[in-house]
């Protein structure tokens, strides 16, 4: 196994400030939901979705909507949202327009879903799997349906959207009757209101990568002062497969044994590719069926016809529970 390089090693990275991200001295290890305070101003509201981190194979998918009073898009119009997709812009800049996105309570709101990556690896390889775009899909809905919950009486939703927008347009219509619903690609970039969304996921993904706080120790190698736990390299690059320093992260991460930490998403090709090649071979033992037909073949006497659970706990009759 590569041992990460020590001064590329960073032990108390700290999770920047930002509101949605609920407690920065935790690891992330569960999806969770954030909503800023509720709008006051008048409606009908407008809303917009928005994602951020749906390819990479480090981290967390963040869904953000953002949504304001439909009165008030003249204002939003010069708050620097407007053709905005908010990867194309610096960390500074996106820090500065959700500074925005929560200056004004009282007509401007937003709200995050982080699905978690173990969320991500887990509903994509159970069977039957939840796919990528299925999760999406419950992520966007249950922002929707809590933001109605909340009282805010939407007019119009705009979403952003990869693939085919026809179907989840006329789903997502059909789920919310009496609402408006434009689904596009590049939505971030013809609607002022998917931009501001835009930025809430892109910020809060970012501020989680930057001071990702590994729940796992690492097995590491003996190292001089025979300690044999070392910190993960924090040199994480962008999590997409094709960036060189998440790849060498890949690479170098491995424990032939355990695998990799949390922040993996174990459903990604370059990670089943990866395990396959260098990890050590599990032969897993499911005794199963096989071990109940066994039990009941070699049980004689009292215990004939008796199930192993039933001869193990002792029951003799129905009785008994």
Request: include cysteine; charge should be neutral.
């Amino acid at each position: 196994m590569t041992k990460p390089i020590k001064d590329e090693v960073k032990e108390d990275s700290e999770i920047p400030s930002v509101p949605s991200i609920l407690d920065p001295s935790s690891p992330l290890t569960a999806s969770y939901t954030y909503h800023s305070p509720k709008p006051t101003a008048k409606g009908p509201y407008i809303l917009g979705v928005d994602e951020a981190g749906r390819g990479p194979v480090l981290g967390p998918l963040v869904y953000g909507v953002a949504y304001c009073p439909a009165s008030y898009q003249e204002q939003l119009e010069g708050l620097g949202f407007a053709g905005k997709d908010s990867k194309t812009l610096n960390a500074a800049t996106r820090s500065s327009l959700l500074g925005t996105l929560c200056s004004d309570p009282d007509s401007l709101a937003w709200s995050v879903r982080v699905l978690a990556p173990q969320a991500i690896s887990s509903g994509m390889l159970r069977k039957p799997p939840t796919n990528l775009n299925r999760q999406s899909e419950e992520a966007t809905i249950l922002l929707i349906r809590e933001v109605l919950k909340g009282g805010i009486e939407l007019s119009e939703v705009y979403v952003d959207a990869l693939g085919p927008t026809k179907a989840w347009e006329a789903n997502l219509s059909a789920q919310f009757p009496g609402i408006n619903f434009t689904v596009t690609a590049k939505a971030d970039s013809k609607f002022k209101i998917v931009g501001a969304a835009s930025v809430a996921a892109k910020v809060t993904r970012d501020a989680w990568i930057e001071g990702w706080k590994f729940e796992e120790s690492h097995p590491g190698q003996a190292l001089a002062d025979n300690t044999t736990s070392i910190p993960w390299s924090s040199q994480l690059g962008s999590g997409y497969p094709s960036d060189p320093k998440t790849k060498a992260w890949i690479e170098a991460s491995l424990e032939p044994t355990f695998g990799y930490p949390s922040i993996v998403r174990f459903s990604w090709t370059t990670v089943k590719v990866a395990l396959d090649k260098n990890a050590h071979a599990v032969k897993w033992t499911d005794e199963g069926q096989a071990g109940l037909v066994k039990a009941f073949e070699s049980a004689t006497g009292r215990d004939k016809d008796r199930c192993a659970v039933t001869k193990d706990l002792h029951i003799k009759s129905v009785g008994m529970l």
